[in-house]
């Protein structure tokens, strides 16, 4: 199998390549590229969890720091978007169960302020130097 297909056809490399493995024609597969794919996998699913976080803790700032029509047109939205954004966590963690000891006191710092940003440049209000949530408040119950 030709190398350069994984930079001219990402699908049909993978095709190709997974064909290879099943006919356990090892010599022939690209093992680096391979080894390189399932890395990728594990950090796709961290950074997946890293984002959900994200998301959850700039609805809840925004539920924090707004008011008026800005929260009664958004509020439900918001709410909503907290708990699909929880339901998808829960579905990764069952799925990945060693990313249950990844939500550390620093990926949720990171988390925040880059949701604070976010929610300070939509909504132009000023949040927490540091996070006001927990864990309890982000992770499904």
Known sequence: MSTGLYDLDYAE???ET???LREGRLR???MDRVAEEIEDIGKSQRHQLRSRVTRILEHLLKLQLTSGAARQNNERGWRGSIRRQ????????????SLQ?????????QCYSTAAGTVSAEFEVQ????C???WADVLPQ
Not at 88 to 95: M, Q, T, V
Not at 127 to 130: A, K, T, Y
Request: aromatic residues 6%; proline residues 14%; glycine residues 8%.
């Open 13 to 15: 490399w993978a095709d």
């Open 132 to 134: 006001p949530f927990g």
């Open 86 to 97: 929880q339901g998808e966590i829960a579905d990764l963690l069952r799925d990945s169960p």
């Open 28 to 30: 022939e597969v690209d």
């Open 18 to 20: 997974a064909k290879l």
């Open 101 to 109: 000891g990844k939500p550390t006191a620093e990926m949720l710092e």
């Open 127 to 130: 949040p927490p130097v540091s």
